[in-house]
C-alpha cells in the first residue's frame, strides 16, 4: 500500500513543484536587476511564466487542483510577475525620472508601485472569481502577458542599444498602460483548453515553423511582437462585440 500512496503523494506535490520553481525565477529576476543584468533578468521572467503555464496544465491533467495550489500559484504569480517585473523596470528605467524636475522625483517609483498593486488586485479578483467565471476568457490583461510585454519591450530596447535612461517617460507610460490593463474589464483568451477542437492543417504548421525560425534569429523582437499583439486582443474584442451590438440595435424590424 505504500507504493501507491507514495506515488499519488507524489503527483499532488508535482503542480507545487512546477509552481515553487516559478517563484525561484522571479526572485531571481529581481537578483539580477539589482545587478543590473537586465537581460538575465527578462529571461528569468520568461522562464517563470513557462513554469507557471505548466504547474497549472499538470494539475488538471492528473485531477491534482485544489485550493491550495490556487492560492499557492497567486503568491507565486505576485512575485515573478508583479514585484520582479516593477523592480526590474525601475531599476533599469524608471528611477531616472528624477532629473526631469522635482515634481517627477517620485514619479518612478510610484508608477512601478501602481504596477505592482494592479498585478495584487488582478489575482485577488481572479481567485474571488476562479470557480464562477469562463474558462475561456480572462477579465483583464493576465498578471504573466503583462510581465511579459514589458520585459520583452525592454529586452527589444537593450538589444538595439537604447538604455532606460533615453526611454524614461516610454517605459513610464508603458508600465501605467500594462497597470491600467490588468484591472480592466477587457477579455482575454486564457488558452486554457487541453485538448485542442480543431486539427492542424500544413499552413498552420508552416506558420508555427516560421515563427520558430524568426524567434531563433532575433527572439526579443518576436516575443513583443506576440506579446504585444495579445495585450491589443482585448481592446480590439472588446470593440468588434460592441459592433456587432451596435449591428444588432441598427437591424430594421423583419
Do not use: C
Not at 44 to 59: E, K, N, S, Y
Not at 82 to 92: N, T
Not at 127 to 156: K, Y
Amino acid at each position: 500500500m505504500k507504493g501507491p500512496r507514495r506515488y499519488r503523494r507524489s503527483i499532488y506535490l508535482l503542480p507545487s513543484l512546477l509552481t515553487t520553481v516559478a517563484m525561484f525565477a522571479g526572485f531571481s529576476a529581481v537578483i539580477f536587476a539589482f545587478d543590473q543584468r537586465f537581460e538575465p533578468a527578462a529571461l528569468a521572467i520568461f522562464v517563470a511564466m513557462i513554469f507557471d503555464a505548466l504547474d497549472g496544465r499538470v494539475a488538471r491533467l492528473t485531477d491534482t487542483a485544489s485550493e491550495f495550489g490556487l492560492h499557492y500559484d497567486s503568491l507565486s504569480d505576485m512575485l515573478a510577475f508583479g514585484v520582479a517585473p516593477a523592480l526590474v523596470m525601475y531599476e533599469w528605467s524608471l528611477q531616472f525620472m528624477q532629473p526631469v524636475g522635482s515634481e517627477w522625483a517620485k514619479l518612478g517609483w510610484l508608477g512601478a508601485f501602481f504596477y505592482m498593486a494592479a498585478v495584487g488586485l488582478r489575482l485577488a479578483r481572479f481567485n474571488t472569481h476562479a470557480h464562477s467565471q469562463d474558462r475561456a476568457f480572462f477579465r483583464g490583461l493576465p498578471s504573466p502577458a503583462a510581465a511579459g510585454t514589458l520585459m520583452a519591450g525592454m529586452w527589444v530596447a537593450d538589444s538595439y542599444g537604447y538604455t532606460g535612461t533615453g526611454l524614461k517617460e516610454v517605459a513610464l507610460a508603458a508600465t501605467l498602460l500594462i497597470a491600467i490593463l490588468l484591472v480592466s474589464r477587457f477579455s482575454y483568451y486564457s488558452f486554457k483548453e487541453t485538448r485542442p477542437k480543431f486539427r492542424v492543417g500544413l499552413v498552420t504548421w508552416l506558420a508555427i515553423l516560421g515563427a520558430l525560425l524568426l524567434f531563433s534569429i532575433h527572439p526579443p523582437n518576436v516575443l513583443l511582437l506576440l506579446f504585444g499583439g495579445y495585450v491589443l486582443s482585448g481592446p480590439v474584442l472588446y470593440l468588434a462585440r460592441l459592433r456587432r451590438r451596435g449591428g444588432r440595435r441598427n437591424d430594421p424590424p423583419s
